[in-house]
């Protein structure tokens, strides 16, 4: 009976042991569920950060070839407007020409219909090199906006990463 009394006690005395064991591997369990939790936390922040970032690198090449057609619609324009200038003067001249020279009239009067419609067609590229410089800007407007957003995202994301 004694013995029965001893083993008793024996198993009382262990069970809070067990008891206070258990619960420290609980505890310890919920701590590294935390941590595994802010762990894919900190890795989704610092993917979605660098998906924002490769979205800026994309949006800067964007903004620079809309620049170099802005740029080259703008060099476009200028020939043009220098081949209108030309055209001009060339069929001033061949009106003049016609009163001068009366004995080459039909020769002038056929350059001088080619000249117009050269020139026609200069008026034409100028106008449709403007019109391609003013769709550029306000396509680069459009995506320097995007960039703009972009990196206020990109701000607070960092700042959601230091906190």
């Known amino acids: 009976m004694k013995t029965m009394y001893w083993v008793a006690a024996l198993l009382l005395s262990a069970t809070p042991s067990l008891a206070a064991e258990s619960s420290g591997t ?7 569920v935390t941590e595994v939790h802010q762990m894919r936390l900190a890795l989704q922040q610092s993917l979605s950060l660098q998906f924002t970032l490769e979205l800026i690198k994309h949006q800067r090449t964007l903004i620079t070839g809309v620049q170099q057609q802005i740029e080259f619609a703008k060099d476009e324009v ?4 220098k081949q209108r200038l ?3 003067e060339a069929a001033r001249e061949l009106e003049a020409r016609i009163t001068l020279e009366p004995n080459n009239r039909d020769q002038i009067r056929g350059e001088l219909l080619l000249t117009k419609k050269s020139l026609e067609q200069a008026k034409y590229q100028e106008t449709k090199q403007k019109d391609r410089v003013l769709a550029g800007q ?6 320097e906006n995007r960039l703009s957003d972009l990196m206020k995202n990109t701000d607070a994301q960092l ?3 230091r906190q």
């Open 138 to 143: 306000a396509t680069l407007a459009v995506e």
């Open 26 to 32: 609980e505890a310890a369990i919920r701590l590294l």
């Open 78 to 81: 200028e020939t043009n407007a």
């Open 159 to 161: 700042g959601d990463l």
């Open 86 to 88: 030309d055209f001009e």
